[in-house]
C-alpha cells in the first residue's frame, strides 16, 4: 500500500490468516481513499451493512460473481467524483482565500491613499479659497471664473476623499456588538442633518422602533445616508419622511419612506455601486458613493438593502438584518 497506489481492492470477506475488514483498516490508516469491495461466499444481511457502516464500499456474493464488474465500475466512478469534489473545494477555498486577501489589500489601499491625499488636498483647497476672498472682482471675469471652479473641485474632492475613507472604514470596526437603540440612532442622524431640515423644512416622523445588535455609528449612518438623499432628492412638494420597522422570519426590516422624485426601476439596482449617479452634478450635490456604504454596512451584519420606487411617487429604501 505504500508503494503502490491501487485503483481499487478487492478482499475475501475471511480468509485464515487475513480478512477483509482488515484490509479496509489498512487502506483507512495510509488515508488512502481506495474502494474496498468485499467478495464472499456468504454474509448475512447485519454484518453486511454493518461493514457497509465500518467503510467497504460494497459486497458481491461469490454465487453472483457476474454482479462485480458493475459494482467495479459504480465503485470507480463515485470515488472519481469525490476527487472531483475535494478538488472544487480546495480551489474554492483558495479562491475564498485569495478574494478576501484582495479586498483587504484594496481597503488598506483606499484608505492609505484617502488618508495620505487629504493634507496636499486640504492645502490646495485652502489656497483655492484663499485666491477667491482676495482677487475676486480684482481680476477678469474670466479669472473669477476659473478659481471659482477650482474651489469647487477642490471641495468635491474633498468630499470625495471623506466619503471613500467612510467606505474603507465600514468592515474594521471590530470590536463587541451589544444591543443598542435604534431610536437613538436615528436621532443622532437628524441632529447631523438638522442644518438640510431646517432648510428644506422637511417633516420626519417615525413608528417606534425596535433595539439592534449592530455597532451605533454604522446605524447612524445608515440612517443618515437614506433620510439625507430623501431630503435631497426631494420634489416640489415639503419633504415628508416616516421611518418604520416590521418583522418577519426572525428579520427585521427598517425602511425610510418619502414623497420625492422617485426612481424608475431600471437603476435599482445600479444606485448601490459606487460613484453611480442618474443625476447630473449641478442638479444635486454628492459624490455617488452614500448608498454604497449603506449597501457596504448592511451586508457586513449579513444583511440585505432593497428600494421600492416609482418615478415621481417617492421611494422606500429597506433594510433588513437577521435578528439576533
Known amino acids: 500500500m505504500q508503494t503502490n497506489r491501487y485503483h481499487i481492492v478487492l478482499a475475501d470477506y475471511n480468509l485464515p490468516q487475513w480478512t477483509g475488514m482488515e484490509a479496509l483498516q489498512v487502506l483507512r490508516s495510509q488515508n488512502l481513499d481506495t474502494p474496498l469491495i468485499l467478495v464472499t461466499g456468504s454474509l448475512g444481511e447485519e454484518r453486511a451493512v454493518e461493514c457497509l457502516k465500518q467503510g467497504a464500499t460494497d459486497y458481491v456474493l461469490k454465487d453472483r460473481i457476474s454482479r462485480l464488474p458493475l459494482a467495479v465500475r459504480r465503485a470507480l466512478e463515485e470515488k472519481r467524483l469525490r476527487q472531483e469534489h475535494r478538488e472544487a473545494e480546495a480551489d474554492l477555498a483558495q479562491k475564498v482565500k485569495e478574494l478576501a486577501r484582495s479586498n483587504a489589500e484594496l481597503e488598506q489601499l483606499a484608505y492609505v491613499a484617502s488618508h495620505d491625499l487629504q493634507e496636499p488636498l486640504r492645502m490646495v483647497s485652502s489656497y483655492t479659497q484663499l485666491l477667491a476672498k482676495r482677487y475676486q472682482g480684482r481680476l477678469d471675469s474670466d479669472a473669477d471664473k476659473f478659481i471659482a471652479y477650482a474651489v469647487d473641485g477642490a471641495n468635491r474632492m474633498q468630499r470625495l476623499i471623506q466619503d471613500l475613507l467612510a467606505y ?114 449641478d442638479e444635486f450635490s454628492g459624490t455617488g458613493i452614500g448608498l454604497a456604504i449603506s449597501k457596504k454596512i448592511v451586508e457586513r451584519y449579513g444583511g440585505r438593502i432593497s428600494v421600492q420606487s416609482e418615478s415621481g411617487k417617492g421611494s422606500t429604501f429597506s433594510f433588513s438584518l437577521p435578528e439576533q
Do not use: W
Request: net charge neutral; proline share 4%.
Open 168 to 281: 474603507s472604514r465600514v468592515g474594521k470596526v471590530q470590536k463587541e456588538l451589544l444591543e443598542i437603540s435604534s431610536e437613538a440612532a436615528l436621532q443622532n442622524a437628524l441632529k447631523n442633518l438638522s442644518q438640510v431640515i431646517s432648510e428644506s423644512g422637511a417633516v420626519i416622523t417615525h413608528d417606534p422602533l425596535p433595539p439592534l445588535v449592530i455597532d451605533e455609528m454604522h446605524l447612524t449612518q445608515l440612517f443618515q445616508n437614506l433620510v439625507g438623499n430623501a431630503i435631497k432628492y426631494h420634489g416640489p412638494e415639503t419633504p415628508c419622511i416616516h421611518i418604520f420597522s416590521t418583522k418577519k422570519d426572525k428579520e427585521l426590516t427598517l425602511s425610510v419612506r418619502d414623497n420625492g422624485i422617485g426612481i424608475a426601476a431600471q437603476y435599482f439596482e445600479r444606485i448601490f455601486v459606487m460613484f453611480q449617479r442618474l443625476h447630473a452634478r
